[in-house]
């Protein structure tokens, strides 16, 4: 017997409604980071620790990647957010402690070491004390110990944690105190590694004062592991994208029109994995929206695993893919490339772009290259653009029409071949 959807039943909601159904737990198996995030934005992400138990580690990594990093706007640095950061350590003490802590350990010991050291403070407590008797100046002594009253202190062996405050501090230190019991090992190696992040932190500051007291604490660089992970899904950072851009507009034509490769594109080639998981995680989204009478959601993201091919070329690549389906597959992938560095790199009268908006830009780019490389072809038959989208890839003629369009007017390059 099938469940009534949920438009049809005020006292389930979806989180109910999925439990319920192990066709829809198994679909909720195969939902990727993108899809996650949308679904745990409609259900409001305060209650979704049900979800959280059922979620693998692949999926809370992919989670955190999406949900824990601010777009800062168009070509600046992703930031992590601090708010919803402490929010994930409240939704995860809601398991209770000891699942929280499987949890935890689950994930990856970069982002565990990057998420509490935003937290916690640790500090080896004999070291501590005897750095604090040897300060001979009164006068920091007593700033020091005014600082370490305003924290919440906690002593797990010979370690003292010491807390800032504010939301979420309590449950991390509740999955900390669970942790020293259910893995002392791990725990030991976390808390020993905490440790020396905070004494870093204490020496770039100025010393234990000034660490306890700057609510601007030094990140630690997690972001090259989220990035390579985010990197097989076609993703691209805003600074490779910057750099892809700049390179366009300050290289010369002739080096452009070579087909020669550039470090960005090269990387972002290298680096890509595609995975039919993205499409089957937005048919498992869809259907479990469906069963339950939401409707269908498409991949709200901006970044692009696959781009669609449209505005004027539209015609052009139908044709490609009938006569070349190998290249128009190439096509299409670098399509996909330029879509991602625009809504990554760049933005629109101080908006971003989204999908359909730079892949239109990207293909007006690439249109202002091919009608540059046509005109300066010596047969004086100027060649079909189906031919150019076969010789040249879009990269180059994307290159060309941002160089023409955004560097200072240079004499016309000498007639090609």
Known sequence: ??????????????????LHDQELVERFGG????ELKQLLDHTGFEESAPLMALMTREQLMEL????????????????????RLHLWFEVLSELGPADAARRLVSMDDEFVILALSKIVHVFDLESLTVGMEYDHDPDSRALIEKAMESCFALELDRWLLLFGGGYGWESAMEILVH??????????????????????QREESGGLHELLTNAEMLEQDVGQTR????????????????SFLKYCEVTPLEVLLSEEDDPVSRSYFRDLRPSPRGEQ????LNAIFQRAGLGRHGRAQRALPMADESGSLRGVFQELREQNPEIHTVRVAELSFLANTLMAGESREGLPYWQQEAVGEALRLVSAGMTHVSEHIRNSERPRELALLTE?????????GRHLEQAPATPPPPDLP
């Open 227 to 242: 990035e390579e992970a985010r990197a097989e899904a076609g993703y691209i950072s805003p600074s490779q994208a910057r």
């Open 31 to 34: 939902l990727k980071g993108p």
């Open 1 to 18: 017997m099938s469940l009534i959807p949920l438009s049809h039943s005020p006292s389930l909601d979806i989180i109910t409604f999925i």
């Open 281 to 284: 995680s937005i048919a498992h």
């Open 179 to 200: 942790l020293a019991s259910f893995d002392p090992y791990y725990c030991e190696e976390l808390l020993e590694r905490l440790a020396w992040v905070s004494q870093e």
């Open 64 to 83: 955190a990647h999406e949900d824990l990093w601010n777009d800062a706007g168009a070509g600046l640095p992703e930031e992590l957010d601090l708010n």
């Open 392 to 400: 040249y890839s879009l990269l180059s003629l994307f290159k060309v």
